[in-house]
Every structure is written in structure tokens, then in C-alpha cells.
């Protein structure tokens, strides 16, 4: 029970470790690791060299796997960039391993007291980064210690020896990589144990080779499990996945393991971490040498198995997706453009109710209530969504934004309140045939088209951060405040004339208080890009 437990809680602390560490490279990377993947073409190798840089960051390669099941979804990547991605990522991988078989066991308390004394008393945001990857390098190699030195006690172990032996079966080798990784959910993990076996003499390359081959399998789960819910395209970037790493694996155990252990005893004859490590490597890279020519085949087997790639056109969300939240620096940019979306949507409707108000057409009035549901229903999942992000690692500027987003999102959802506001007053005035002055009309012409502008340079300056169109807007809105002023005093001087009935002018002082509000929401959003700006 004593060696379970040493070997529970070391794997505990390796994953932490790695997990403190990936969170500290991705902070230091920030908008860099944005800018990375942006630059993703068609070009498969450029997809292979940013699926190894974006691996090496965060650490994991089922989380880039997950994350490129999500950026599919969400329409930042096509199928065929993902290809080169998921290939670079098993590439990525490889870097964990080689740190690991350094074996750095004996300064990790050195670098867990150096981070912590930085991250204790310097103010400084990127050597409070630095200091994350320190101590997350610590503590993985603590755990990395504890793993190996519970593991010496099993070497009198007749038992033990007799289950690792049936090791040398390579189907149970493979089968044994698989459980283990896709229980733990990490190839790096499930490849640190087999380390930690290593290292106390426990299996040779042998019995390794195998595991590491079921590893590569194991891996693939995540991201399937993952791709469940999301549309058919998505679903079959996990399964190109899947469908890369069986067919090296196929590959090695048939024609190419025996050359590559000849080219692992060839670099480390006598270290059998370093020859796990290698072998990891070289599996990974040969894999992508050979399969890359046909990664074009890889996407029409995907397309064979999984038919069809016409997306819902009815779907709440477009641009994002939780399994982008692994990169914050991206899904934030997702998130500013579904915000964008659901502000055209409350503008269709605030365009929609000022035309159902002119041709008095209930159609018109049915589509901007339709487009309020869509609106609420947007408004709550781009809520949901920026919670999950809050909690994710973010910088101070990301803290902001996700502030800023929450805020506006809450302006745009009440101008599209309002809308529904103006289409409900447009109903009471079918319903009740009521009729209106020229002069009446005139003055709703130029407000709802003066409120229209101003609701579109507010949403410019948010799209673009321009300051100056946003100051234009907070001036102008001001104006707004005076004409509806202006027109409330006209038509109440109507009412005593008698020119307007009674129920015309009450839908008419509701439709100018409506748009004047609008306006306010509008500055409001103004008012968010100069705080962020400024």
C-alpha cells in the first residue's frame, strides 16, 4: 500500500508539475501563441510546425488535439490545415519526454525555491511567468524522485517481475499503453512512469517499445471523447487523429521497429531512459516523414467513415468553442467575434422594428421577436462562455477584456430589448388603428436613423478600438438626449393642439424614450473602448 501510494502521489505532482509549467510557457507566449496560430495556411508544413511549437507550450498533445477539435468547430481551421496540426503535435510531445530522461531530479528543489522566492517578492508580471515554469519544472521532477524511489522495493518482488515479463508480449505492451494513457488522459504521464520503471532497472527498450506504440494510441481518446457534440468536421479531425496514430503504429510494429532499435542502442547503449526517450522521438518524427505525403488520404478515409460536413445554419454559436479555452490568447479573440455577431443581430432587429413600425406589417413585427429569442439565447451562451474563460490562466489584459466583453454583451442584449419595445408599440398601433402626424413621422425618420448610426459607430469603434470614433459617439449621443427632449415637448404641444390623439402620442413618447436609450447603451459601449484604450 506504501508503494501505491508513493507512486499515486508522485504521478500526482508529475501532472501538476507539467500542468503549472504548460500554464506558465502560455502565459509567457500570450499573443504570441495567438499570432502562431493564425498564421496557419494550407500549407501542411507550416500546420506541422505550429501543432510542435503550440505542444511544446502547453504541454500536452491531446490538449492541442482537443484544441484543434475546437478550432474546427469553430470555423478557425479547416480540415486540412488540422492534419499538419495533429501530426506536428505528436512531434510536440516528444520534447516532454526528452526533458524527462535528463533526469534533473537533483536540482528541482532548487528551482522550486528559486520560483517561489520570485513569485513571493517581485511584482513584475513576467517573472511571476518565469517563476511558474520554474516551479511547475520542480515539481514535476519531485514527483518524477518520488515515483522512482517508491517503485525499489518491487525489485524483491517475484510477482511484480513476473507481471512486467509478460510485457514482452507486444500486443499486451500495446494494450497496457493504451489503458494507461487513456486512463490518465496523458501520454506524457503514462511515458514518465514507464521512466520512472527505467530508471530502477525494472524494463528494458525491449518491453518499452511497445507500451510507447499504445501510448501513441491512448492518446488519440481525448480527443475523440472530446469531439463528441461538435459538428461533422470536428469529428473528423479526431478521427484523423486516431486514424495517424494506428497506422504508425501498424507501421513500426511490422517493418520499422527493429531498425529504429538498432538506431536507439546506436546513440545510448547502456541508458535505457535515453533509449525510451529516442525511441519516442523517432517513432513520432519517422511517423510524420512518412505518413505526410498522404495526409490527403488521411481526410478523404475521415470523410469516408464520418459522411457529411454541412454544418447547422441554425447554430447558437459560431465562433467559439470551450475546448479553445486551453488558449485563452485565442478564445478571447473568438469570443470578440461572437460578440460582433450577436451586435448585428440586435441591429438587424432595430433596423427590422423601425420598418414594422413604417409599413405597420406584422410580419416584420414577428421577425424582430424571433430575432430578440435569438439575441437572449446568444446573450446566455456567450455569458456561460466568458465564465469558463474567467477561470482559465488569463494576464491582467485578458481580465479586462473578458470585463469588458461581459459588460457590452449586457448593452447589446437591451438594445435589442428595446427593438422589441418599439415592435410591441408598433402591434398596440395595428391593433388600435392609430394614425399619426407628418410632422410626427418626419421626427421618428430622422431619430431612428440618427440612434441607427450612432448604434453602428459604437460597435465600429468596438470592433476596430478606435477612440476617436468612440468619443464621436459619447458627443452625439449627448445630442440625441437634446432632440428627444426636443421632440417630447413638439408632441405634447401636438396633444394640446389636438393634431394627435391621445393613444398616438403615448406610442409616440415610448418609441423616442426606446431610442434614446438605445443611444445611452450605445455610448456605453463607447465608453468601453476608450477605458481599454486610455
Not at 503535435?89 to 526533458?99: E, I, K, M, P, S
Not at 513571493?120 to 508580471?125: A, H
Not at 503514462?190 to 510507447?212: K, T, V
Not at 458627443?475 to 408632441?491: A, F, L, Q
Amino acid at each position: 500500500m506504501e508503494i501505491a501510494f508513493g507512486v499515486i502521489g508522485g504521478l500526482g505532482m508529475f501532472l501538476y508539475g507539467m500542468n503549472i509549467m504548460g500554464t506558465g510557457l502560455q502565459k509567457a507566449a500570450g499573443e504570441k501563441l495567438k499570432r502562431l496560430i493564425e498564421i496557419l495556411t494550407n500549407n501542411r508544413f507550416m500546420g506541422v510546425l505550429v501543432g510542435a511549437l503550440v505542444t511544446m507550450v502547453i504541454q500536452s498533445s491531446s490538449a492541442t488535439t482537443v484544441m484543434v477539435v475546437g478550432f474546427v468547430n469553430a470555423g478557425i481551421m479547416t480540415l486540412t490545415q488540422a492534419v499538419g496540426v495533429i501530426m506536428g503535435a505528436n512531434v510536440g510531445t516528444t520534447v516532454t519526454a526528452q526533458l524527462i530522461a535528463f533526469n534533473f531530479s537533483q536540482i528541482a528543489p532548487v528551482a522550486i525555491g528559486i520560483g517561489v522566492a520570485i513569485l513571493l517578492f517581485s511584482s513584475n508580471k513576467k517573472h511571476k511567468e518565469f517563476a511558474e515554469i520554474l516551479i511547475g519544472f520542480g515539481i514535476l521532477f519531485v514527483g518524477m524522485d518520488l515515483m522512482s524511489s517508491s517503485l525499489k522495493p518491487l525489485s524483491k518482488s517475484e510477482t511484480f517481475r513476473g507481471l512486467l515479463m509478460s510485457l514482452n508480449n507486444p500486443f499486451i505492451g500495446i494494450l497496457v499503453g493504451f489503458g494507461l494513457t487513456t486512463m490518465l488522459q496523458s501520454s506524457s504521464a503514462s511515458i514518465g512512469l514507464l521512466l520512472a520503471l527505467a530508471m530502477e532497472g525494472f524494463i528494458n527498450i525491449d518491453m518499452a517499445l511497445p507500451i510507447l506504440f499504445g501510448d501513441n494510441i491512448g492518446t488519440t481518446t481525448t480527443a475523440l471523447i472530446s469531439s463528441i457534440g461538435a459538428n461533422k468536421t470536428a469529428k473528423k479531425a479526431a478521427f484523423i487523429h486516431f486514424l495517424f496514430n494506428v497506422t504508425g503504429t501498424i507501421l513500426f510494429m511490422i517493418v520499422l521497429r527493429k531498425p529504429i532499435q538498432s538506431i536507439v542502442y546506436s546513440f545510448s547503449p547502456s541508458d535505457v531512459q535515453r533509449q525510451i526517450a529516442n525511441a519516442h522521438t523517432l517513432f513520432n518524427l519517422t511517423n510524420v516523414i512518412i505518413q505526410f505525403p498522404f495526409a490527403g488520404l488521411l481526410v478523404k478515409a475521415a470523410e469516408r467513415v464520418i459522411k457529411g460536413d454541412k454544418e447547422d445554419e441554425n447554430q447558437l454559436l459560431k465562433y467559439i468553442d470551450s475546448r479553445i479555452i486551453e488558449t485563452p490568447s485565442v478564445a478571447l479573440g473568438q469570443v470578440s467575434k461572437e460578440v460582433l455577431r450577436m451586435s448585428k443581430m440586435a441591429e438587424d432587429n432595430l433596423k427590422t422594428a423601425s420598418e414594422a413600425f413604417y409599413s405597420k406589417d406584422d410580419k416584420l413585427i414577428n421577425k424582430v421577436f424571433d430575432g430578440e429569442k435569438k439575441v437572449n439565447e446568444l446573450e446566455q451562451g456567450i455569458t456561460e462562455y466568458l465564465v469558463q474563460l474567467s477561470n482559465a490562466p488569463l494576464t491582467d489584459e485578458q481580465h479586462n477584456m473578458v470585463t469588458t466583453l461581459f459588460h457590452a454583451i449586457n448593452d447589446i442584449e437591451r438594445i435589442s430589448d428595446h427593438s422589441e419595445n418599439v415592435a410591441e408599440l408598433t402591434q398596440y398601433r395595428i391593433d388600435d388603428d392609430l394614425w399619426f402626424t407628418d410632422d410626427a413621422i418626419a421626427e421618428l425618420h430622422i431619430m431612428f436613423d440618427r440612434v441607427h448610426e450612432l448604434y453602428q459607430n459604437a460597435i465600429l469603434a468596438f470592433k476596430t478600438a478606435d477612440a476617436d470614433i468612440a468619443r464621436k459617439v459619447i458627443i452625439e449621443e449627448d445630442e440625441i438626449d437634446i432632440m428627444e427632449k426636443k421632440y417630447r415637448i413638439n408632441h405634447i404641444e401636438r396633444l394640446n393642439g389636438k393634431s394627435c390623439r391621445l393613444g398616438s402620442g403615448i406610442v409616440y413618447l415610448d418609441i423616442i424614450s426606446n431610442l434614446e436609450r438605445v443611444a445611452d447603451h450605445s455610448a456605453n459601449i463607447a465608453q468601453y473602448v476608450l477605458d481599454a484604450v486610455e
